[in-house]
């Protein structure tokens, strides 16, 4: 059995990295700042996966796949991309090893298998993509272009943390090419809406949808478009961006096409991102000190059936029940685990079962088959019943409906209260100091002032929410005029 979690109230981040690891999901590994997601884990981004695959096929976008590697050249071409993910970058500078000639038990690096040209081990892939869509581009015909790769990338990051913060971790990653702006900015939002549709309706998080300023944008965007959730501890997560690029990935790989009129236009872009960093959103909005809390739509099993037995014929007759009950089920949609292993006791599973967040469990015991009931416990209040096992099916249906609605509602509740308008800095401080969450302040527009309250507060501008309203005020550090409010949080 595992330990008991430390309280999110004594340690957050303790409390965190050990439900990560107790619950399952994934662990450190030999590699320094890299994780090895364990198949429990694999199995919530499976499901988040195929979710979004599906939007994405639905709204005409194909999946590819390109090369791990990117030639430096290539990812030098777009200058602020390149000075922007620098700092990141491994790099591959040799192809081959050696015996090492004083100590035949080691490797070496054979100095004569070097590289002609170095490769960046991609931490994003819009050179290499780019690179590659030259060759597909030449007329109006051929747009727009609406590819996505599921991928692993490499950033190298000093300080890491599982699923928020490793030095490679899984995402997906669309690039798109468009023969006009207006379609190109069109792509742009629509994705960052299916980022925030996603969030709110399978993670049950709610979001707040924005643009970055000109200082968080992505290197070698015009405009970047994001998602921004609270976490329980009251920092912030990015859980999703999206990239107008304009023309200038076009621009470095000489990417034009021929338009109906005969002229060579430039190509307009756009990229869009999410990551196993939703794991981790997924883990800190919703869980608890018990452990996990699932959404229904996400979690690996909906429900769990542990039978309780002293012998092995009341085992036999209590399995007739569940496995009819986990048939009906499966042949209502809904995924279930029959967990007659003689190996662990019914305590012990359910502590387990608890600590990974299945949204509801179902025991059944020689007394429950003599009154044709079975207990049902949920995991988001932790509250019992019996329920007949005639209508254990339309109930537990109807239930997992209430869970994913309840979940969404609690997480909502908690960021409209953590949510703050202030109009001076010692209000900023003040607040951010008792009560962290998102901070609705007005701002003067510079990069001056925005870095300048990050360095005094640790608070940065999450977003410009597209659905603040218009409203003239003065700038909560400098007093310069400002004509709407903008999110301030501590981030992830």
């Not at 996966?49 to 976008?61: P, R, V, Y």
């Not at 496995?323 to 949609?333: C, F, I, S, V, Y």
Request: aromatic share 10%.
């Amino acid at each position: 059995m595992s330990k008991k979690l430390t309280r999110r109230d004594v340690d957050y981040s303790k409390w965190y990295n050990e439900l990560v690891v107790q619950a399952d999901l994934a662990e450190n590994s030999a590699v320094r700042g890299c994780m090895v997601i364990k198949p429990y884990g694999y199995a919530i981004w499976e499901k988040m996966q195929a979710a979004l695959d599906k939007m994405f096929k639905e709204t005409g976008h194909q999946n590819a796949y390109f090369p791990l590697f990117v030639p430096k050249s290539l990812f030098e071409a777009e200058e602020k991309n390149a000075e922007g993910f620098a700092k990141e970058c491994a790099i591959v500078t040799h192809y081959r090893l050696k015996t090492d000639p004083k100590d035949k038990t080691k490797l070496v690096v054979d100095e004569d298998a070097k590289l002609e040209e170095e490769l960046v081990v991609r931490p994003t892939s819009e050179a290499i993509i780019w690179n590659t869509y030259k060759g597909w581009i030449q007329s109006y015909r051929d747009l727009p272009i609406l590819i996505n790769q599921w991928a692993n990338v490499v950033r190298w990051e000093m300080r890491t943390r599982l699923f928020l913060r490793t030095a490679e971790f899984l995402w997906q990653e669309g690039h798109t090419a468009h023969a006009t702006k207006e379609e190109a900015l069109a792509e742009t939002k629509q994705m960052n809406d299916i980022y925030a549709e996603f969030a709110e309706k399978f993670m049950a998080i709610p979001v707040v949808k924005g643009k970055k300023t000109e200082s968080e944008k992505f290197a070698g965007a015009e405009e970047t478009y994001c998602i921004e959730a609270l976490m329980q501890d009251g920092k912030a997560l990015q859980a999703g961006t999206s990239h107008f690029l304009g023309q200038n990935f076009a621009k470095a790989f000489d990417v034009k096409y021929a338009s109906k009129e005969g002229g060579l236009e430039y190509v307009w872009a756009t990229s869009w991102g999410v990551s196993t960093r939703l794991m981790g959103a997924l883990i800190m909005t919703h869980s608890d000190d018990k452990g996990l809390v699932l959404p229904p739509k996400l979690a690996p099993n909906q429900v769990v059936i542990v039978p309780i037995y002293r012998s092995e014929e009341q085992l036999e007759e209590v399995s007739k029940v569940a496995r009819k009950l986990e048939t009906d089920l499966r042949e209502a949609g809904v995924s279930v685990k029959f967990d007659n292993r003689d190996t662990h006791k019914p305590g012990w599973k359910f502590a387990q079962y608890e600590l990974q967040g299945v949204p509801v469990r179902l025991a059944i015991g020689p007394k429950d088959i003599e009154k044709g009931t079975v207990e049902l416990a949920r995991r988001d209040n932790l509250t019992k019943s019996f329920v007949q096992q005639d209508e254990v099916v339309e109930k537990v249906k109807a239930i997992m409906v209430e869970i994913q609605n309840n979940l969404y509602q609690k997480a909502l509740d908690f960021r409209e209260s953590n949510t703050t308008e202030v109009d001076t800095f010692e209000e900023f401080k003040k607040i951010l100091k008792e009560k962290p969450g998102f901070i609705s302040a007005h701002w003067d527009g510079t990069d001056e002032t925005e870095q300048k309250i990050k360095e005094l507060t640790k608070a940065s501008i999450r977003c410009i929410p597209f659905d603040a309203e218009k409203e003239e005020g003065k700038c909560v550090l400098t007093g310069k005029p400002s004509s709407q409010r903008v999110l301030f949080a501590k981030a992830y």
